[in-house]
């Protein structure tokens, strides 16, 4: 069950563990967009990126039991790397399922932290048919990247801190991919202020959750291209959508240029990192008409030298 | 006066209108160097450089009549921001005298706050007479960018801020051009915690106070060539010379690379953006054996997509 009394018992499991991140501001981004505006760094979270609040929570409410024989994950981005290193700090062991292609760096971060990688054919395999046939054969516990209650909760702790430091906002901007950040920020929201408009965010080719909340149900779109890739979903989560169906006021959508250019001026004008993904609420508020006290959550800035190089030139 | 009632009548000044910027750490970052690592980051600062902290507190003080007629300063870099933001903020004009090489960027940013900027030839024209004459000529104070009480005084809230904060430091890493800021740190810490060994950093080829704390007297060398042109002086500053002379303990050398490094470090793991020069004290650490609980000054954040991905290249 996925309620305020939920988020705030993740609060207390992560607090001393995950990092309470800064709110950022700044004169020349409210003077150019012409609201005042508070970013969520999360960027700066353990990992660089807000998975690590949803996956320590999840790794937190384990039996003894569970605990002792381990947990597995399927990702290729942030998750992996939350979920590596909650395991470590929870003294349990994770399998980490990944593709093939992930970039070595990527791999090794997620061994860094005393994870087994497997990888697998990205084109031939089903990730969540070999991520369950894993947990079943060595008997591990699943923790899904964003479709369960307690990662969802963990999520929602990015909200909360944020509505604590500034109090009632007027929007709240949120990227959305599986829906798992938005449904915790949604439900922590509408809770304390009821009145702030929540609104998601997504890459223009992966709107699948726009084009769900359109319909009434869950729509399943064509593999996505953005350089957004940690909200490249084909379909919403089951849980998260029921939330978000729920909560989310509208949802904006922004292209890879207005990506590109939100990443370059948290670059140049807020001296923050940010990866595309990172970067579309940043997007969507300077290409957008807000007004207000509009909230923003920047939701990682796991990128290379190279990578960023090659997405500016 | 340089002492730490200055540096404290400063932090009073600046209060609410400069930025308290954080104090970041890192897990990785201390594991690499065994350290416990606080890092000062200026490169959030107001204009994105400690520069703001010392201008401000000098325009402070000046009295009604100066005022009343405006300032003037002499700096291709941050200064020259920190100079114009300072006196939109006291209500007074800022003629700022720039080499016409200048990148137009910074030329805009320094007209964006308001300022008259003077261009000249950096290959004929003395700065510091062009600046006299200009500041005779029209009545105006010439703010300078580190020989001056109360620009060091300024400076030394970098110091105070992350003393408050971290207490009792082994080593405080501390950037040196000028040596408006060391001076100014320098004086704090030693007041604070007279046993913080105050270690600064200089490029390689921009060592003019190392050689001048050797030698006992200041020492002029070539213009130096380095990236870090925010640190490229010829000569220290007689005032900070004074006080570094007294107050540091060693200076330490970078070159390039390890700068290169370090910025990449601080993109790709701190999640932060560093110029050059705002990553020399971070390049010392990664480079050095240090151990214990090490202040390090991250001093600005100023650079270009364009610039970066080229010095990264």
Redesign the interface.
């Known amino acids: 069950m996925l309620d305020l009394e939920a988020i705030r018992g993740a609060a207390e499991r992560i607090d001393g563990v995950a990092l309470r991140t800064?709110v950022?501001t700044s004169?020349t981004l409210d003077r150019d967009t012409g609201t005042t505006a508070f970013l969520k760094a999360e960027?700066?979270q353990?990992v660089?990126a807000f998975k690590f609040r949803g996956a320590y929570n999840a790794l937190s409410r384990l039996t003894p039991a569970q605990l002792a024989t381990g947990v597995a994950a399927y990702s290729s981005g942030n998750h992996a790397q939350a979920v590596a290193l909650a395991a470590r700090l929870r003294g349990t062991k994770a399998v980490i399922l990944m593709p093939e292609d992930t970039p070595a760096s990527k791999v090794d971060a997620t061994r860094g932290y005393g994870a087994e990688v497997i990888t697998y054919d990205r084109y031939t395999g089903d990730r969540v048919a070999l991520g369950d046939q894993l947990a079943e054969d060595r008997g591990l516990t699943l923790i899904p990247p964003y479709d369960h209650p307690h990662v969802m909760a963990g999520q929602g702790t990015v909200a909360l801190e944020l509505l604590e430091e500034t109090g009632p906002l007027d929007v709240l901007l949120v990227p959305i991919g599986g829906g798992g950040l938005m449904a915790g920020c949604a439900t922590a929201t509408s809770h304390l202020h009821p009145k702030t408009r929540i609104v998601g965010v997504e890459p223009e080719r992966a709107n699948d959750t726009q084009l769900s909340l359109r319909s009434g149900e869950r729509v399943r779109i064509p593999v996505p291209r953005t350089i957004a890739d940690g909200q490249a979903t084909e379909i919403p989560g089951e849980l998260t959508f029921a939330v978000n169906q729920r909560l989310v006021d509208d949802v904006v959508l922004v292209g890879d240029d207005e990506i590109r250019a939100a990443m370059?001026f948290a670059?140049?004008r807020l001296?923050?990192?940010?990866e595309p993904s990172g970067a579309t609420s940043l997007a969507a508020l300077l290409g957008g008409t807000l007004s207000g006290r509009v909230g923003v959550v920047l939701s990682g800035?796991n990128?290379?030298?190279e990578r960023?190089?090659d997405l500016?030139?």
Chains 1, 2 share one sequence.
Do not use: D, Q, T
């Open positions: 800064p950022l004169s960027n700066f353990r660089g370059r670059f140049e001296k923050v990192v940010l800035g990128i290379s030298v960023f190089r500016l030139a």
